[in-house]
């Protein structure tokens, strides 16, 4: 137990692993853009600032001639109330005063930094102005009257200026190649969270390894997206054909006594009929007497997809008892494959399609056809499905991948289960794969 749970983390870490992978070019993209919109906002949007700084030394002599061990301590002791009256609004004041500045005590303590470098007893002052000389002359001015107020409060003796303030030529912020940085790796973060987000929040079935850990059930086949084909035209491209002959091999697999098989979906418009078609021609083209058969009573849609004769007699008439079985079973343009049609369509099919007239009709033609495919209404929408499966070998789900959530196909088979009918697996439908590889190119005009 403990070993499987750990398979299935290593699969689904793999899972993530791939499919950030996949979508590796949305995150790079997404870091680009972050790192342009943060790198031109720091550019144009925000105004340059420069940075002056200034240090004093500061020493308490007890002795006048000689500095002692005593003063130097004691220098280290008071470093914080020297930062203090730096900042104190006496200097600030008198700094705004002698610059002749149009700006508050508030205003201008923003723009000061006072530091003290550890284990000694000298003090940075840093400026921060949009206007470099303005910077300079702010830090030399703070250097000045800050000295004296505190020569003045604490009695301290002299203070020394050891650095005057410096000439900004360039900027200290913003720091638009830092910015830019931030902005880039933000953007990767963002989006690679928004992705493996949305993926975790998805409870679309994706991949045939998540259709069989869902429902428990083989994929019997894996049908590729065709995203440019023509559905009206009988011709597939390669990967389609050799898709379909996958499926049909594996069906043929399912064993000798599975022979009626009930074609059903979760909801419309997931390629049921077209799958069941193309199968059904599959089959054919391999040599086999196929039946086609559209119980889809609401809907009839195979006059347009399938030449073959008289559509108009068709599986609601024989239902109704006004056609024998020989009159509505037609003969297609394909070889091997004939065909019942809806016939007239009909509102009361799943009391149609339960009585004993269609269990007959299953019966009579299981001996005469080698394969009989019964095409259904979705029965996520409509019972018809079950009805029709109750007498068939096996039924084939179909659902479309990145579309049906895991919970209505669970509910679909919960009920094939419950009307206790056999599903010999599952078709993962439209799933888009990559169709650049050699092998299709190589092989593919043998179709053509």
């Known amino acids: 137990m403990l070993q499987r749970d750990n398979n299935e983390i290593d699969s689904n870490l793999k899972e993530l692993f791939f499919m950030l992978l996949r979508k590796t070019w949305i995150i790079i993209l997404a870091g680009i853009l972050c790192a342009v919109g943060f790198g031109a906002y720091s550019y144009y949007a925000r105004d340059p600032v420069y940075t002056s700084s200034t240090k004093i030394y500061v020493i308490n002599r007890e ?6 061990i005593a003063d130097l301590q004691a220098g280290n002791q008071l470093t914080k109330d020297y930062q203090v009256l730096v900042l104190s609004r006496p200097v600030t004041e008198l700094v705004i005063k002698n610059l002749d500045l149009n700006m508050s ?37 703070i250097a000045e009257v800050s000295a004296e107020r505190m020569m003045s409060v604490m009695e301290i003796e002299k203070i020394n200026i050891i ?46 390894d998540e259709l069989e850990k869902c429902l428990e059930l083989t994929t019997l086949g894996i049908l590729p997206l065709e995203v440019n084909s023509n559905r009206e035209k009988s011709r597939l491209d390669f990967a389609s054909i050799e898709a379909y002959k996958t499926l049909r091999s594996n069906i043929q697999f399912c064993g000798a006594d599975v022979k009626v098989i009930c074609i059903t979906s979760s909801i419309p418009n997931e390629g049921k009929t077209f799958i069941a078609l193309r199968l059904a021609k599959t089959i054919a083209e391999s040599g086999k007497k196929v039946l086609l058969i559209n119980a889809d009573l609401r809907k009839s849609i195979y006059n347009d997809k399938i030449k073959a004769e008289n559509n108009r007699h068709g599986l609601s008439q024989y239902l109704m008892g006004r056609y024998d079985i020989e009159t509505v079973i037609k003969k297609s343009d394909i070889e091997n494959l004939s065909i019942i049609s809806t016939g007239a369509t009909s509102y009361s099919s799943s009391e149609l399609l339960d009585n004993d007239l269609f269990k007959e009709l299953i019966k009579s033609q299981r001996d005469v056809y080698d394969y009989v495919i019964v095409d259904t209404p979705p029965l996520g929408v409509l019972i018809d499905s079950a009805n029709v499966a109750k007498v068939c070998d096996g039924t084939l789900f179909i659902v479309e991948a990145n579309k049906i959530s895991y919970k209505l196909a669970r509910r679909v088979i919960k009920q094939l289960r419950m009307c206790k009918c056999k599903v ?21 005009h043998y179709y053509l």
């Open 105 to 141: 005590h508030e205003e201008l303590v923003e723009e000061i930094t006072v530091n003290t470098p550890e284990n000694t007893r000298i003090i940075e002052i840093e400026v921060n102005n949009k206007n470099p000389e303005l910077a300079k002359k702010l830090a030399d001015s």
């Open 163 to 208: 650095e005057p303030g410096n000439l900004p030529r360039i900027p200290t912020s913003p720091n638009v190649k830092l910015t830019t940085a931030i902005g880039g790796a933000i953007g990767l973060l963002i989006s690679t969270f928004i992705i493996l987000f949305v993926h975790m929040v998805n409870d679309t079935i994706k991949s045939s």
């Open 424 to 444: 010999i697996g599952t078709v993962l439908n439209k799933v888009n794969v990559n169709r650049n590889e050699l092998y299709t190119k190589y092989y593919q």
């Open 63 to 68: 002795n006048s001639n000689i500095t002692t």
